[in-house]
């Protein structure tokens, strides 16, 4: 009798626990939604002048490269404009667009040459909101090298602005000069107080003292060296996607393009940027 009286009164409150609402709920394991971000595709390319390694100099088949990776930005090397080299009409940087279909260039002139200009540009899917050109030094203790510069542009990707840097380091065998340059970079990227990526035909290897001035203030997936040759028929990564993330750049692919090994004597490098959208 005792034992059907407890079994009565369990049964009386299970009815009254189900029969009770309640708010309560034990916490689950939510993964955190994944940081709302756009990509950037991005790539630097020298193009030598518009000259093939075969010599033949062929702009269209540059373009055909360009398009065929896709990038939204491009940081281009060797750059010639009005030269007699290419043709007095002949703007590599507008040109080049043009083929691309890309609407937005600008140019920074590192020296004169061949009766008109050379030196560094970027070709833009973007509208481009504000350049800059800076002249990186040729002079070491009186002794002169061939002129350098750096082009800058700013563009808006998901709601918040990034610099974007093309330049070309010295290719001499002293490595005093990409030293000079690699600490004038590091300086003008202090100046930004954006997010930054720089492409560029840096002429040198992820270990070499210059690149160790640049990791300062650039981050590079090369750092450990592991990346393949940028050179045609070299070994050594000597091209360049670095940048500064500002906690808004998170690098999603990088990868050298070698089956572009004609038409310049250089292979295109491209990487994927997620941007992390600016709060509204």
Not at 137 to 153: F, H, K, L, T, V
Not at 233 to 256: E, Q
Not at 266 to 271: I, M, Q, R, S
Request: hydrophobic letters at 40%; a negative charge.
């Amino acid at each position: 009798m005792k034992i059907d009286k407890i079994i009565l009164l369990c049964f009386i409150l299970l009815l009254v626990s189900c029969g009770k609402e309640t708010n309560d709920q034990t916490p689950s394991i939510v993964t955190p939604p994944a940081k709302d971000v756009v990509n950037l595709k991005v790539m630097t390319y020298n193009i030598a002048g518009a000259a093939a390694s075969t010599g033949v100099r062929s702009l269209p088949d540059l373009a055909e490269v360009i398009k065929k990776v896709d990038p939204d930005l491009v940081a281009i090397q060797e750059v010639d404009v009005f030269t007699t080299r290419n043709g007095k009409d002949v703007h590599l940087a507008r040109d080049l667009a043009a083929l691309c279909g890309m609407e937005y260039w600008f140019f920074a002139k590192a020296m004169d040459f061949y009766g008109g200009e050379y030196g560094d540009a970027i070709l833009s899917k973007l509208p481009i909101k504000e350049t800059e050109a800076y002249t990186l030094s040729g002079d070491w203790e009186g002794q002169r090298i061939e002129a350098r510069s750096a082009a800058r542009i700013t563009v808006e990707v998901g709601g918040r602005d990034i610099c974007f840097i093309s330049t070309h380091f010295d290719h001499t065998n002293d490595e005093k000069w990409r030293i000079l340059q690699a600490n004038e970079l590091v300086e003008i990227v202090k100046e930004l107080d954006l997010p930054v990526i720089v492409g560029g035909d840096l002429n040198c290897t992820p270990t070499s003292e210059p690149m160790k001035i640049l990791y300062q203030e650039l981050m590079s997936p090369c750092k450990s060296n592991s990346c393949l040759g940028t050179f045609v028929g070299s070994k050594n990564a000597i091209d360049h996607l670095m940048y500064r993330s500002n906690d808004a750049l998170i690098l999603s692919s990088y990868g050298i393009y070698s089956w572009a090994d004609k038409e310049s004597d250089h292979f295109p490098v491209g990487a994927i940027f997620e941007v992390v959208k600016a709060a509204k």
